[in-house]
Each structure stands twice: as structure tokens, then as C-alpha cells.
């Protein structure tokens, strides 16, 4: 399974990991590495704007939450440090477990040490065969839905259903490919896994699950702490929300809560309105800061119409940076027209990709993209065969004459799907216009809540479609091989997450050779050139980073963000005034 893709245009990003925070901002957020944590006690509301689909860690995969609930109730072997500066971030440190881990066999099998002491909520030891028993339910993706799977594609074990409807003989399998020696944990791959401090650092497949607590898919909002808050009354309600109180069992002693969690209000009141206008109504209280929320933060961004509001004592309650996801668009390689590589080269070259960003908000909104890997992601850089024209304006003459050059009858017909919005319909309105002046006639095919059915299929009708993005944890390996790699994504009657149903087997070698890859930096460079191979495919068009708005209320403290927080509000850092 590979990463959730990010939202429409317009609406709310909920999904995945990753992001940067190394960008112009305003507020506490000053660009300064080293973070500044708030203070001390109180109580901190947090405003939600949606509903989680769980509160079990193996079936967590919003990015939001994997990043709060890390900091407050659930730790891992691993986790991403609170710094605002990106490389450390994106570096794992240990948690739960007394070091990175030791790779071995070209990286196909990895082992881990439990430290000593640390508890669940209940005061029961936290043990290597917790941490087993929760890579094993993974397995069970009929009854444990909707969390990350990565695992099972690696872990070196045949037809294992996970631990509620395993065999002895298929239970003594998984045993021996994820074994426990005394407080050791060993995890043998059936392949390399480079990235797997990374992955585990970022999602929860692998966090210790205790055996006793669970119910199978009866434990989705169930909570059992191993973090420095519980969850008061033991379970999350979805439409709620919950009241997180300390933990007694936490012992901050073995843990490094200068890097991981501060843990600093006494009580964190979570307040979930799902109302299709809640994120609005939000910001325009903390706009206010009215009293009820002047100690409150929230997953809301701020919208475009609340921008010109954002002046004076309330822009110092405002924080600007780059989110985790890249918005870009994909040439269908099956459509007659886009076959021809002068065609995708003609429509990168024209794209007012200026104008698109302008349409979208402007700079506060968006920021334009020379690749599809976000700059939070090792291996981010420059694609080559969109970097030549830094202006980002687009040169319809250009591209004209590159139509002409390669003998194209002019115009060329094409279609464009996109998922409409008021703003999206704008932006592919420029996007449109520049492709026009190219050459192109161009019919934009705006689509509804159906938008991810009716395209990436083989007899897709569609030229041309759009797509946004968001890695699992800090690699391109969740980035590149996912969107591009045709072999887990074709089947009969879809491309899968490949919209533009490229194949090529000089990338997919690239991408065998990454996977394979013993250390981070061979697979980072090898992915690099695979990007680089999509980019002379024209592949992909990238279009842009999007942004995220936040405001705060005034006896908040210490907010920032951070990549590890996937540019929401690093929860770990934050305070109240009492």
C-alpha cells in the first residue's frame, strides 16, 4: 500500500506524512533551528475540523495525527525529533527503543533493544512481544483497516492473515520472521529495506500493541497510553473528540523529552466539529481571538477569504510555511495525442505556472514546484527538464515552435480533468489559457466527489489529469516508485495511483535498484536519476508545493511547526499562558 494521496484542490489536506517548514513565515515560527518551547501547565484546546477514521495506532494514517498522537499517547521504536530544522526533523532518533537499530544482510534484516522501564497506562511493562504482537495485526487487514501495510510486502513471511485467524504452523512463521530475544526485536525482509528506520519513525505498523487490550476491529477507538497523556475514560469518541489527562505510568526518565515531547499543558481538551463549515467558524474565533479559544490551536487553515483579515496584532498569530504535499499533472500515455513526446515537452514549456499559483491564492496559498518530491523528502531537487525556465511564466512561443519542429498539426485537441472548486476551476482556467497560446484547444473537464473513478484507467477519455501527493515518511522511495512504477499499480481496469499509466523499463530498473539499495544515500541518488528519467518522459508536469495557514490564540506558546509535524503544529512544543 502506498501513500494516501493529498486533497483537492481547495479543500483540507488530511493524509500522509512528511512536509518542510523551512520556509517565509510570520509569528513564533522565525526560521531559527532551534525551536522555542511554550510553557508549562494549563489546560490547551485543540479545534478539529474532522473526524479520525481511528484511534487504534495500526490503523492510523493521517498525517496530523500520526505526528500529536506520537507526542502524546502512542510512542514507537522510533520517532522524528522536534526541530525546525528539516534535516533533523527528517532523522530518526530512538524512543522506545535504546538505539537506530542495527541493519544487517544488506539491510533485509533489522533488530532493536527495548530500553528498561517503560510502561503502558496500566503500569504493565511494555515488551518485545508487544512490539511483535503490533507488527503482526497489521495482517489483519480485514478487521484492521485503513493504517499504512508496507510491512506486508516486506516481511519475510508467506499467506499469514495476522493473529486472529492465524494457524500455528502460519503464527510460528511470522514468529521467526519478527522474533523477540529477551527485550531484542529482529525483523527479517524478504528484501532490503533502507528506509525502515524512516518508515517506522513516521507511521505506527510496527508500535507494540498489548495482546490482553485487544478486541480485533472492536478496538478502533480504544486507548491504551505508553505516551505522557491518557486518554480520560479509555476511549476516543470520532465525532467528539477526547480529554487527554497525564499519565502516571509515564515516565519521562526514559524517554528525551527535549526531543520528543515536552508534554508541557496539564490537560488537552480535544473539541471535533465534522460540520462542513467548522474550519471557518474556528478561524474566525481565533481571528477574534475571542475567549473561548484564546488557548486553542486547530487543523483548520486558514481560508483564502479570512486572508485580508489577517493584520496587525492577529499576523502574530499567524504561521505561513510549506505543507508536505506537491500538487502536479500527468499526460495520459495511452491517449493517441500525448504519445508524442514533443506534445508533454510543448505543455511543460507553456505552462503559466505563475499565474497558476496566483490563481490559487498567490504566495501565501502556494509555491511553484520544479519536481514532484516535496523539499521536506530526501532526494528533493531540481528535475532538470523542468528547472531550465526559472521564470515560471510559461513561453507559448516556444512551444509552439517545438509543435512545429516535430511536424504536430496545430491545434492540438486535448482534455484536461481536474476536481473542481471555485479555486481549481480558476487555476485550470490559466493553466487553459497558456496552453491555448501554444498551440493547444484545450477543454477543461472538471470533475466531482467521483474525480478518483473515472480516471487513471486504461481507456481513460482524459488527456491529461491532475494529481497531488504527500509521502508516508521522509524518502522518495514512498514518492517515486509509487505514482511512476507501473507493475503494482496496472491491472485490467485501472493504472492504480500511476494516473498516466506511464511505463518504462530503464525507470523501473532505477526503481529495482533503489529498492535494493543497503543505505539511504545510494537509494537517494538512484531515485534522484529516476526523477530525472520521468522529468526527459515528461512523465509529469509539476505544478506546485501547497501552504499551510495556521492561527493561534494568545495564551498559546512556543507554536511552531516542523517537518517531524508534517507542518502542523509541532503539539509537542506547545503551551498556555495560566
Known amino acids: 500500500m502506498a501513500s494516501t494521496a493529498a486533497s483537492l484542490l481547495g479543500l483540507s489536506l488530511l493524509a500522509a506524512c512528511g512536509g518542510d517548514s523551512d520556509d517565509s513565515s510570520s509569528g513564533n515560527n522565525s526560521g531559527s533551528n532551534a525551536a522555542v518551547a511554550g510553557e508549562k501547565g494549563g489546560t490547551l484546546k485543540v479545534l478539529q475540523h474532522f473526524p479520525y477514521e481511528s484511534a487504534d495506532p495500526q490503523r492510523i494514517y493521517y498525517g496530523v495525527q500520526l505526528a500529536w498522537y506520537r507526542r502524546l499517547i502512542y510512542r514507537g521504536l522510533l520517532a522524528f525529533p522536534m526541530s525546525e530544522d528539516p534535516e533533523v526533523a527528517t532523522t530518526p532518533v530512538p524512543d522506545l527503543a535504546t538505539d537506530t537499530g542495527t541493519s544487517s544482510e544488506g539491510g533485509k534484516v533489522w533488530e532493536f533493544t527495548l530500553k ?126 477526547a480529554t487527554l489527562v497525564r499519565n502516571e505510568n509515564y515516565d519521562p526518565a526514559t524517554d528525551d523529552p527535549e526531543a520528543l515531547r515536552l508534554a508541557l499543558p496539564d490537560q488537552i481538551d480535544y473539541q471535533i466539529d465534522p460540520s462542513d463549515t467548522a474550519g471557518e467558524l474556528f478561524n474566525d474565533r481565533l481571528i477574534q481571538d475571542a475567549a473561548d479559544v484564546k488557548n486553542a490551536i486547530t487543523t483548520a487553515r486558514v481560508a483564502p477569504t479570512q486572508f485580508p483579515q489577517i493584520t496587525g496584532p492577529v499576523e502574530e498569530r499567524y504561521v505561513n510555511v510549506l505543507s508536505p504535499y506537491n500538487q502536479y499533472l500527468s499526460p495520459n500515455f495511452n491517449s493517441e495525442v500525448m504519445k508524442d513526446v514533443n506534445v508533454r515537452r510543448a505543455l511543460a514549456a507553456s505552462l503559466d505556472l505563475n499565474g497558476y499559483v496566483k490563481a490559487l491564492g498567490g504566495e501565501v496559498a502556494s509555491a511553484p514546484a520544479e519536481t514532484i518530491i516535496n523539499p521536506g523528502v530526501s532526494g528533493s531537487t531540481e528535475n532538470p527538464a523542468f528547472a531550465e525556465d526559472n521564470s515560471n511564466d510559461g513561453d507559448p512561443d516556444a512551444a509552439r515552435a517545438m509543435l512545429e519542429e516535430a511536424g504536430v498539426k496545430m491545434p492540438v485537441e486535448i482534455s484536461l480533468a481536474y476536481p473542481t472548486s471555485p479555486t481549481a476551476d480558476k487555476a485550470m482556467a490559466v493553466v487553459q489559457e497558456g496552453w491555448n497560446a501554444a498551440g493547444f484547444d484545450v477543454t477543461l473537464e472538471p470533475q466531482g466527489d467521483t474525480y478518483y473513478d473515472v480516471i487513471s484507467r486504461p481507456d481513460d477519455e482524459f488527456d491529461i489529469t491532475w494529481g497531488g501527493w504527500g509521502a508516508d515518511w521522509p524518502s522518495a522511495m514512498t514518492v517515486i516508485p509509487p505514482l511512476f512504477d507501473s507493475r503494482p499499480n496496472f491491472s485490467p481496469t485501472t493504472c492504480g495511483q500511476n494516473y498516466g499509466c506511464y511505463q518504462d523499463e530503464d525507470f523501473e530498473a532505477l526503481v529495482d535498484e533503489a529498492a535494493n539499495a543497503s543505505d539511504i544515500d545510494s537509494q537517494v541518488e538512484t531515485l534522484v536519476e529516476a526523477d530525472a528519467k520521468l522529468g526527459e518522459d515528461v512523465a509529469y508536469i509539476p505544478l506546485d508545493v501547497s501552504k499551510f495557514n495556521w492561527l493561534y490564540g494568545s495564551q498559546v506558546t512556543g507554536f511552531t511547526t516542523t517537518a517531524a509535524s508534517s507542518s502542523y503544529p509541532e503539539i509537542g512544543l506547545i503551551g498556555v499562558t495560566q
Open 116 to 241: 528498561d522501564g517503560v510502561k503502558w497506562e496500566d503500569g504493565s511493562d511494555i515488551t518485545c512481544e508487544d512490539v511483535q504482537y503490533g507488527t503482526s495485526r497489521v495482517f489483519a487487514n480485514d478487521l484492521i483497516t485503513g493504517g499504512p501495510n508496507y510491512t506486508l510486502s516486506y516481511i519475510d513471511v508467506e499467506d499469514y492473515p495476522g493473529p486472529y485467524k492465524a494457524t500455528p504452523e502460519q503464527q510460528a512463521a511470522f514468529d521467526e520472521a519478527v522474533s523477540c530475544d529477551g527485550k531484542t526485536i529482529t525483523f527479517r525482509f524478504n528484501k532490503p529495506w533502507a528506509d525502515f528506520p524512516q518508515a517506522i519513525a513516521g507511521m505506527m505498523m510496527t508500535d507494540p500493541y498489548k495482546e490482553e487490550f485487544d478486541e480485533g476491529a472492536k478496538s478502533q477507538w480504544k486507548v491504551l497510553s505508553n505516551g505522557p497523556y491518557k486518554v480520560e475514560g479509555g476511549e476516543w469518541s470520532k465525532n467528539k473528540g
